[in-house]
């Protein structure tokens, strides 16, 4: 287990660099709130979800929706990490005529429906769910959201009618880091009290600290034994979380790092890279 | 006209706003967590009791703003012409447009020069979404000088605007006649072919008719800023003296400016027109000058399409 977690730390710091390397060759995109989706996401890929990255079409795969999807980055380094596509798609991110669009693009393998339009994901994962109740399958739905994002009137629609249709197969996670794009969620349009308000609508929820791999583990584990209802983990994350600079610094919401900023944030995540090989050796 | 100063539109939206609003204390504005980006940050810093965040909540916006709009007040409302259009279409139709409110939906980063973003984010259809709907006018500036123009004539004229402007700076187009809705202009004068454009596709033109130039071809190069009520004796009047037509936007073909322009020769005076525009796909990713090229939005293919318009 120790093992296993370690693993997905590292798993977690690479795709962070993977994060920054992608976004400053590409020149615009978002980092703040890939680098606080990165454990969220490293956990569901190289862990919890099933999948077949030689076969991106298996039938009984768990579905992913990306619903915030300007945080695509996060999920292009997770798919090429686990082989949806090879390493050097990576570096032509938001350029003409590639794959990797600014963007998810259902094209890209590994995306099962494109997004970028905020507030609709969640309807989404939710006919998935359907789909699958429908056709009595076991596979799972996943649905990652921004807490900005869940301001928009479409997300309770679909909060509303996951629960009145006891979609069980169905866990959302709110990306929770406390920023949108003019300011602080609580400023600009408040959500709390977010937990409660879930529960009001009838889900299952869960907080939990969304950069501890060991309570995401656990929140996603629990959400597999819900019955009759969806589940939502509230994972409390940092915007920009692991460079020192991005964090909570809501700028960089939609800004890339120039040159200079990449190499401090690379050299920053080296370092936390070598600070875990040596606690590593400790087990 | 190649030292042309490069200006933002929103810049001029944001700053003709605060004006508005020393002048107006029923003047409001209300945007969805994009406010630095259309620049109603400006507004927002002077008065921010007249300012209204809704979030990322564009259509509780938009059917506010038609609350808002009933009881006197005159509403700016911004964000992403992808976001102030296909998001809130229901809500512009039934609440503002039905009811004949007072709101101006001034939206940014419309088009394919959105660039990186992606298909997403590049809003190809919003004319052709509001130009259905009765009482809703359109306007689509072609530079600052004249988006400053198109604000303030929507601040005076009663009843729902929809103004398109870009994300890129444009650069500020010499020539212009003075703005008023629903009257197109010529901003340069020739005798074969005339390319009738609107927003950043002026620019283009008067790039293409330099091109013609050169090719001993003379073209008439018109700013129809106001697609609805678009000026339907200007248009049939342009028809009638050039042997070719071309219109250019930055929007599908369908929908937008070229059926507009086709809708009134249709009827009053027939005649072949040749569209630039997007040729119902969705965009991708890309920088805007790529774009323009991949899509064939470039001064030199509108060159090829007025070129074309003689030969047959
Ligand atoms: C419907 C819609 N409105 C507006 C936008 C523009 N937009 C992109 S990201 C964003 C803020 C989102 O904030 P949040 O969900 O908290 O994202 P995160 O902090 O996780 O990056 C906005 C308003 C959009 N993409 N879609």
Redo the contacts with the bound molecule.
Sequence with gaps: MKKKIVQLRKKANKIRRLIIEMLSKAGSG?P??SL??TEIVTCLFFEVMRYNSEDPDWPERDRFHLS?G??CPVIYAALALAGHFDMGKLWNLRKIDSLLQGHPDWRIPGIEVGS????QGLSVALGMGLAGKLDKKDWRVYCLM????IQ?GNIWEAAMAAAHFKVDNLCGIV?Y?R???DGHIEEIMGLEPLVNKWESFGWHTHQCDGHNIEELLEAFAEAKTVKQKPTVIIANTV?GKGVSFMEHVVDF??RAPNNKEREIALAELEEIEKLMEEKDEQF | MSNSEYLYTRDAYGKTLVELGRADSNVVVLD???SGSTRTAMFAKEFPDRFFNFG?A?QNMMASAAGLASCGKIVFVS??AM?ATA?VLDQIRNSVCYNDCNVKIVATHAGITVGEDGASHQALEDVAFLRAIPGMKIIVPCDAEETKDAVIAAYRNKGPFYIRLGRSKVPVIPDKKEFAVGKAYVIREGEDVAILSCGIMVWEALKAAKILENKNISVTVANIHTIKPVDEGFIVNLAKKHKGLVVCEEHQIIGGLYSAVCEVLSSKYPKKISPVGIQDIFGQSGAPEELMKKYGLSAEAIADKAAGTLQD
């Design positions: 978002h703040g709130g606080s989706s915030k300007h945080c970028g339009s905020l507030g921004g807490d900005g994002e928009e990306d880091n920023f949108q794009i915007k919401h939609g | 969805a967590d994009l990322v564009e964000t992403f976001f998001r």
